[in-house]
């Protein structure tokens, strides 16, 4: 482990004697994968806060492990790998930084560490827009830059003016200042591949070495987003009340606050144990989340009796709550 990361990990530090606070990225150095090491998908996929615009193209999308003892990335643990099969327009991977009014007006720096394959337009673009949300004001793109990846590690910075917001509507939805890093306006569908980690936007002109977190503090940043509690077999995760022989009212609280209300889905087989029986969740009604907890009616199999406490378990199974920008 290096001595940057190994303070960052035991001090919470964003790295040897460097000043915290500085990254507005969230998980930057790609440790956090709740969703999965591996995706095929679009959207938001696999590494987390990493959505993934295919715009037609066909890609993986994978959290990797960093050589031990690379000379140029020895400071990290993981990256992301976008290997594209089939390219297309504006294929990318895509952050969005929560609250327009987050990046100011001035210059901002964009810096990562990249290697790979270019796209068949022989480059690789990173551009980023103010997103002001739903009824508010229209995008504002700004300037994109290209870069040349090699099969080396090189760490690339971006200088980006940002205008000012005055005079905009800011909307409802969620607002976002957002960075995208892939093939650009390139309709070229050759093959390509981008691995990548360090991503790091911050206030200024001058790129500083990268932040980094400890895993737990890059963890609890990503569930104000998207929460699943799934992968622990019979894990006991929440409470709640029989309402009838086929129905429970149930609590599950969040690690941490989230955003927003979020969507919330069942997958596999979870269950709701009351005394000796143990009845599998077939669905969920949605309409009692908030920001603190899930709260929801479970459509369960018949058994107990109504006003049966009991506590919610992960069977085969888990729940998840999105609350995305």
């Not at 930057?28 to 987390?48: E, I, K, N, P």
């Not at 002001?132 to 099969?151: E, Y």
């Not at 940002?162 to 569908?189: E, R, Y």
């Amino acid at each position: 482990m290096s001595r940057a990361r190994e303070f960052a990990d035991l001090a919470g530090s964003a790295d040897a004697g460097g000043i915290t606070g500085r990254n507005m990225v969230i998980n930057g150095a790609m440790q956090v994968a709740q969703r999965g090491t591996s995706s095929t998908a679009g959207d938001y996929c696999s590494l987390d806060r990493f959505f993934i615009n295919l715009s037609g193209a066909s890609a993986t999308f994978s959290q990797e492990t960093v050589t031990l003892g690379d000379s140029v990335v020895g400071d990290f643990i993981n990256y992301a790998r976008l290997n594209v099969t089939t390219g297309n327009n504006f294929c990318m991977i895509r952050h969005r930084i929560e609250d327009v009014q987050s990046v100011q007006e001035g210059t901002a720096t964009l810096s990562f560490y990249a290697k790979g394959t270019n796209p068949g337009g022989g480059v690789c673009t990173a551009q980023a827009s103010q997103r002001f949300g739903t009824s508010g004001s229209s995008d504002v793109d700004i300037s994109g830059q290209t870069f040349t990846l090699t099969s080396s590690w090189q760490r690339f910075d971006f200088q980006f003016t940002i205008p000012s917001i005055s005079g905009k509507t800011i909307g409802t939805g969620g607002t976002s200042f957002q960075l995208d890093i892939g093939q650009g306006s390139d309709t070229s569908t050759n093959a390509w591949q981008i691995d990548i980690t360090g991503v790091q936007l911050e206030l200024g002109e001058q790129p500083t070495p990268f932040e980094h977190r400890s895993v737990h503090d890059e963890l609890a940043r990503c569930q104000r987003y998207h929460q699943r509690f799934t992968g622990v077999t019979n894990g006991r995760v929440g409470f709640g009340t029989k309402t009838s022989a086929t129905n429970a009212r149930c609590i599950l609280p969040f690690n941490t606050p989230m955003r927003a209300t979020p969507s919330q889905s069942v997958t596999g087989t979870p269950r709701f144990e009351t005394g000796a029986a143990a009845q599998n969740v077939s669905s969920i009604n949605t309409s009692g989340a908030n920001t603190l907890c899930g709260s929801f009616d479970a459509t369960t199999a018949s058994g107990g009796s109504q006003n049966n406490p009991g506590v919610l378990d992960l069977g085969d199974g888990g729940y998840i709550f999105d609350a995305e920008l």
